[in-house]
């Protein structure tokens, strides 16, 4: 994989251009785009710009508005369309001197549909969605940076699948605006790169909060809190071998684990995402839904269907429960300093007819708070697996931090 922070060290000591870096981006690009399938669209050619992210080539996920490109949205409803402008997150990147690779593959609307992506580290297995595009693209290597949105797991889970690093930040910290909407309460914009400290600095870049790059946190004397949400069913065994594998790194490291217990607000809580969802989806997606039924992709058109008996009472009680949760986790999160779960059940699955399961992201996408996850070892069929780290609502700094700790003792994942 490409680092950004490398990349741009390289820049700064004269090593490469800013186009060469661009140039090599493309080479790669062109080399394993037919295998892996990460675009749904390219500019003819990759111009650097200005401003500290000069070289960087980001994979912008496709229900993104951008003027240049079209904004397709895994959907043949949207075949070639073009928006007028770039949604504000285009324009921030461009603003830091980032130059657009393409459109990532995404699901239809984001949703269940797979995407024609391939996962790099076995072709026939999933590279999970929806966002997935954007972290295959990374982990072939082919682009330093993506942009993904996460309305269930649509961040965290790819990039465990693909061996990544993905953050959501926490809930608004980068806009929606110009965003294809599934569910306003819920849609977050994310990052991927080849490791944490890639991430935090091409966050505090493109947000202007220098504090997010943050450096490692001390692991010695760090309160680590554990979580295997038990409300969200159990997981495959390589998942929890991958979470005993971090509480044995984390340990040796002197850190302190702190098994938690889930308090009934957050389990009640990550039962209400999926009437909130499904409410403000059939809202979202109601002129498809009216106008072009039959084209909508057949596990989303079944979705919106059943999501239709979905009362206003169910909806505001759900609201009310959100809340609830979210007055819930910050006594949660204040028990430590971090904490840790599943990224994901287990190894991506070992087909292309689904994209996973998001269970064990929900929960952390409805409270609104950061969460972050790295690869920390291969399970039975040799695909990455992954934790992640999660902490209150703002503190994509200390999640950062503690992740950047974490990913220097374990074996890199390639």
């Not at 309160?223 to 997981?235: C, E, K, L, M």
């Not at 992740?403 to 890199?412: D, S």
Request: proline share 7%; net charge neutral; hydrophobic share 45%.
């Amino acid at each position: 994989m490409q680092s950004l922070r490398d990349i741009l060290r390289r820049i700064a000591a004269g090593e490469i251009t800013a186009a060469g870096a661009l140039a090599l981006s493309a080479a790669r690009i062109t080399e394993s785009e037919p295998s892996i399938q990460a675009f749904a669209s390219r500019p003819a050619e990759l111009v650097a710009a200005a401003g500290p992210l000069a070289g960087i080539a980001c994979g912008v996920k496709d229900i993104i508005d951008t003027a240049d490109l079209p904004t397709q949205m895994g959907s043949v409803i949207y075949e070639g369309w073009r928006p007028r402008s770039d949604a504000p997150i285009v324009m921030m990147l461009k603003g830091a001197g980032a130059t657009v690779a393409g459109k990532t593959h995404t699901t239809a609307f984001a949703a269940s549909d797979p995407a024609p992506t391939r996962n790099p580290h076995d072709l026939r297995a999933s590279p999970g969605g929806s966002s997935a595009g954007s972290a295959a693209g990374v982990a072939a290597g082919m682009i330093p940076l993506a942009i993904g949105t996460q309305t269930g797991g649509s961040v965290i889970r790819p990039s465990a699948y693909c061996g990544v690093a993905g953050i959501k930040p926490s809930y608004a910290l980068l806009p929606t605006v110009g965003v294809k909407p599934f569910s306003w309460s819920l849609d977050t914009l994310g990052l991927m790169a080849a490791r944490a400290d890639d991430l935090g600095l091409a966050l505090a870049t493109i947000t202007g909060r220098p504090e997010l790059d943050a450096t490692a946190a001390e692991l010695k004397g760090l309160r680590i809190g554990v979580t295997r949400q038990d409300f969200a069913g159990a997981p495959e065994p390589a998942a929890e071998a991958a979470l005993l594998r971090f509480c044995e790194i984390a340990t040796g490291a002197g850190a302190q684990i702190v098994e938690l217990e889930s308090p009934q607000a957050l389990s009640e809580a990550f039962h209400a995402h999926v009437p909130l969802q499904g409410y403000e989806a059939t809202q979202a997606l109601a002129w498809e839904y009216a106008e072009h039924r039959e084209q909508i992709a057949p596990k989303l058109r079944a979705y919106l269907d059943g999501a239709r008996s979905v009362t206003p009472a169910q909806y505001d009680e759900a609201r009310r429960v959100s809340r609830r949760g979210r007055d819930a986790a910050r006594a949660f999160f204040g028990q430590v300093d971090v904490v840790v779960s599943y990224a994901a059940p287990g190894e991506a699955p070992d087909t292309l007819a689904s994209t996973g399961d998001a269970r064990f992201n929900r929960l952390w996408t409805l409270l609104g708070v950061p969460c972050l996850t790295i690869p920390v070892m291969r399970g039975p069929r040799g695909l990455p697996v992954g934790i992640q780290v999660i902490s209150g609502f703002g503190a994509d700094d200390r999640v950062i931090a503690a992740a950047k700790a974490l990913e220097t003792r374990v074996e890199p994942i390639r």
